[in-house]
């Protein structure tokens, strides 16, 4: 990524070589302008090859003759296209850049923040980014001071508290709604009824690849049918907290996995496929619920399904979790991050269970805007 005025110098001197053998006398002029122009976080293959296709585009024009009218007209056509592409790629990563709020993180809670963000732009002007590309991303983004709000699926980990405190970003750390991992088969599965948390490990243990491929490897009463895998990628918080429950070795897949980074995606996969297996965030489940069901699972005291009872109860409580919202503490200082922020926890109980979660106790979302108010 081009991040200096270092990386804008390289890309000057790559198109300058790139139309030198073409003899283009205006060329350095062009790419001192572009280069200037680029924003520290534009991809260098964009910024090149756009640049470098408008160079050649102006060469063919400049020396093209009658006869290869045609090339002229084909050369004519990717300059406008290449040149909308740059103003529009430029346009875009200056827009999120300079968002007034700016929302990084899990795609678990994509759905609440997303409603949260279009009922409060109703009343409100403020420009508000997000991007869903997955909890350590989202926390990436927090500590290198390149977001304000993080939602997360699961507690940010000593490593990652230690790149904030490393770069003096304090923050807060907010829980918004309870969520269960849901364990899920597809619904003209007839065989498996329920699975021990012992069956699970056997299933998704990295040590399971290459020797438990069949479902009656998993438990000898089921059917002797390929056990097809699926499961988020290891940027999701999903992976981090269910391998980390199910297989005490956090973020590890076995290597046969059909990886999605879409909790949707995970879903049509398993409802196409009778003998898939995977797990998704009750959420999405509550939301998509396709041609799947939730397995039952069995930790002891008989099986147990996946919902806002047995999440409660505490039935239900190994594959439950804490969802996550975390602040920069310096981004309270504008005044849009502090009222959209607290917008959302004023009405963290109806977005949480319009997504599909679990909603915390009232007193826990009046503590949590009241923090943000006060900024701490």
Known sequence: MLSSANGHRHVRKRIVVAARERDWRSCKQVADIVGKALPKNLPFPIAFHICHGILTCLWFVKNINNREAGKMKICGTYLRSASATLFFVFGLISTLAHADVRISGSDTEENLITTAIAQYQRGSKSDIKAEFRGTSVGLKDLCKGAADIVPASNKIQADQAKACADKKISYLELPIAYDAVAVIVNKSNNWANDLTMAELKSIFHPESFSKITRWNQVRIAYNDAPLKIVSPDTKSGTTMFFTERVNAMRGFLRGDSTIFSDHDKIIDAVSEDINAIGFVSLGALVEHKGNVRPMPVNFGKGAVIPDASSVLSGAYEPL????????????????????????????????????????????????????????Q
């Open 320 to 375: 439950t979790r804490l969802l996550y919202v975390y602040i920069a503490q310096s981004a309270l200082a504008k005044p849009e991050v502090t009222a959209f922020a607290s917008y959302l926890f004023e009405n963290g109980d109806r977005y949480a269970r319009f997504s599909g979660f679990v909603p915390l106790a009232a007193s826990s979302y009046i503590s949590s805007a009241r923090r943000i108010k006060a900024g």
